[in-house]
């Protein structure tokens, strides 16, 4: 992802038991007499667009692990579909709902 000269890169990373998880990583090009350059340090200039990267990352990767979920349980029920656990599984209880100790005020509309 970019605006204006600042980066953001997004990267998909996995270990052996085939889990994934992104991380990101931001950069700002600048200009040297005729050379491009490349650096992680910004300036106040530039953590506007580096805040607005940082949001469009983070909805990236919620969509993308979304769908890495999804698909990971598709897989997961079609594998156990072919391949049926001879152990049944345990049910879990239900845990209780969240009390409130105090009510909850209302909020006022602004009206008096």
Known sequence: MRIGLTKAAIW???NEQ????FSVSFNRSYKTGTEWKSTANFG???LLELA???DMAH???LENQ???SMANLAETETQSELNPSPIPAQSQPASPPIARSTPM????NGRR
């Open 105 to 108: 005020k209302p909020v006022p």
């Open 66 to 68: 979304r769908e890495d």
């Open 12 to 14: 998909r990373n996995s």
């Open 52 to 54: 607005k990267l940082a």
């Open 59 to 61: 909805t990236w990767i």
């Open 18 to 21: 085939q889990r994934s998880w």
């Open 44 to 46: 106040l200039g530039d």
